[in-house]
């Protein structure tokens, strides 16, 4: 068996762009978020109370799906990574949107029930590599990004995904964990950053 990497973080952290990176440096094969396929999304953006339980729901079982393909090719020993875990789903959008009482406390129990079934049968990732960033450097590249769903996104919203992913890496129990503050970091521009990166990546990973 390889090794199965995951990069978990907010919104505008650099997650894809270490993704990127991850498989050139260390010929890891990536598993991408389904963002783009979510029929849910725009409407969720546009009406969270409505369409949260169905987003949310709809990224459980496609990110399962996404999960199982890579436990399958870690099992046929190829190393893997994901952009964005499964847990990232649970912890953090779908608990957001119930603390919100974007979902109702029924949807919310059914969905509850739902993730810690699925979470019983996943492996955890051998590192977790958690990459977050302040939320001016978010807003930033949400900016630079140009993706209208995101530009609409609240301030508001966003503070509450930073802290609940705080929350989150503090109390991640299910092994070992790498965390990189991206909020000044440019590994894609700058060497130095590059070089320092390389190396703490290497220590957890070699």
């Known amino acids: 068996m390889k090794r199965y990497v995951a990069v978990a973080g907010t919104i505008g952290a650099g997650k894809t762009s270490l993704v990127s990176w991850l498989v050139k440096r260390y ?15 725009a409407d969720f953006y546009r009406d969270m109370k409505a369409w949260a339980f169905h987003s949310q729901v709809f990224f459980l079982s496609h990110k399962l799906k996404l999960h199982q393909e890579l436990l399958a090719a870690n099992l046929a ?13 649970a ?4 608990r957001n949107a119930r603390s919100q009482r974007y979902i109702s406390a029924r949807d919310w129990a059914v969905y509850e029930r739902l993730y810690e079934g699925i979470k019983k049968t996943l492996r955890p990732p051998d590192v977790l590599i958690a990459v977050s960033c302040s939320l001016t450097a978010t807003k930033k590249r949400i900016s630079r990004r140009g993706r209208a769903m995101e530009n609409a996104i609240p301030d508001a919203y966003l503070r509450r995904l930073h802290r609940l992913y705080e929350d989150w890496f503090a109390r991640y129990d299910l092994g070992p964990i790498v965390k990189i503050d991206t ?16 190396s703490t990546l290497d220590r957890a990973l070699r």
Do not use: M
Not at 81 to 87: A, K, L, N
Not at 91 to 94: K, R
């Open 27 to 41: 010929g890891l094969e990536p598993f991408y978020e389904p963002n783009d396929e979510n029929p849910y999304l």
């Open 91 to 94: 912890e953090i959008f779908a």
């Open 183 to 198: 909020t000044k970091l440019d590994y894609v521009e700058d060497l130095v950053d590059l070089i320092a990166l390389q």
């Open 77 to 89: 020993k190829r190393s893997c990574v994901i952009d964005r875990t499964i847990y990232e789903d």
